[in-house]
C-alpha cells in the first residue's frame, strides 16, 4: 500500500509484476533498471542477482524524484504465480499500488497466461478491502517472435483483459514499450493515491 505522506510531500508506490513463468518478469524489471537515468535509480542494491548483468532481477527500487509535486519513490516486485499463496508474495500483493501483468504473446503459453490471470484475481479479491480497486496495466511480450507462434492481440485480450486495461507490447530484448507501460501504471496508481488529476503524468 502507498505510503504518502502529505505534509513532507513524499510518496512511496509499490508495484507488482505478475505473470506466467517464464513470460518476461525478470527481463522487464532489467530492461527498466538498465536503461533508466542513473539519477532515478533506487540507491538500494536491485535484488534477484545482486544486479550482475545476466542474472534475473526481482526487486527494484527506483527514485523518481518530484512527480507533480511529490518526491516519489517506487518498489518493483516480481511474484510468480505459483508463489502467489506464499506468506511474503501474498504481503506484497496485499501492499500493490499497481499491477504490471506480463503476457507472453506465444500460442503455447495462452493457459499459462490465464492460469496466472485467475491466480492474481483469486488473490487480489481475497486480499481487498473492497475499498480499492488495484489498477492493472498488460505488458505483451515475446511479440519479435516469428507471428506463427504468436496468439492474435484480439484472442490474448478477449482471454486476460476483461476489464479493458491499458495494453503495451514491450520487446523487452531491446527495452521498446517498458517505460510507457511502467509511466501508465504509476500514473494510474497516482491518481489513486493521491487524488491526481487525469491529465497529469
Ligand atoms: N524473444 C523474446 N524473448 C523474451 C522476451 N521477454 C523475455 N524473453 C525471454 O524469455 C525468457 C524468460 O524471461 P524471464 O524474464 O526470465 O521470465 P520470468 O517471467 O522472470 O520467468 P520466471 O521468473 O522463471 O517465472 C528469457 O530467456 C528471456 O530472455 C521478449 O520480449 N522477446
Ligand atoms: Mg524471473
Redesign the pocket.
Same mark, same amino acid.
Given at each position: 500500500m502507498a505510503r504518502a505522506d502529505a505534509e513532507a510531500r513524499t510518496l512511496a508506490l509499490t508495484l507488482v @509484476?505478475f505473470? =506466467? /513463468? %517464464? /513470460?518476461? &518478469?525478470?527481463? #522487464? #524489471? %532489467?530492461a527498466i533498471h538498465e536503461r533508466i537515468a542513473e539519477e532515478h535509480r533506487g540507491e538500494e542494491t536491485p535484488v534477484g542477482g545482486g544486479g550482475d548483468v545476466g542474472l !534475473?532481477l +526481482?526487486w527494484v527500487p527506483l527514485d523518481l524524484g518530484d512527480v507533480a509535486g511529490w518526491r516519489t519513490r517506487v518498489h518493483l516486485y =516480481?511474484v510468480? !504465480?505459483?508463489q502467489h499463496a506464499d506468506a511474503t508474495r501474498r504481503l506484497v500483493l496485499a501492499q500493490a499500488d499497481g499491477i504490471l501483468f @506480463?503476457a +507472453? =504473446?506465444q500460442t503455447s503459453r495462452l493457459e499459462a497466461n490465464q492460469d496466472a490471470m485467475a491466480a492474481l484475481r483469486g488473490q487480489l479479491v481475497s486480499d481487498s478491502d473492497g475499498r480499492r480497486e488495484i489498477p492493472i496495466v498488460f505488458v505483451v511480450? &515475446?511479440?519479435? $517472435?516469428p507471428e506463427e507462434l504468436l496468439l492474435t492481440r484480439e484472442v490474448l485480450e478477449a482471454a486476460l483483459n476483461r476489464d479493458n486495461a491499458p495494453v503495451f507490447s514491450?520487446? $523487452? =530484448? %531491446?527495452g521498446e514499450g517498458v517505460f510507457r507501460a511502467l509511466q501508465a501504471v504509476i500514473g494510474s496508481a497516482m491518481r489513486q493515491v493521491i487524488a491526481l488529476p487525469p491529465d497529469s503524468e
Open positions: @509484476v505473470g =506466467a /513463468a %517464464r /513470460a518476461g &518478469k525478470s527481463s #522487464l #524489471l %532489467r !534475473p +526481482d =516480481a510468480p !504465480p505459483e @506480463v +507472453d =504473446a511480450t &515475446k511479440e519479435d $517472435l514491450c520487446n $523487452l =530484448a %531491446r
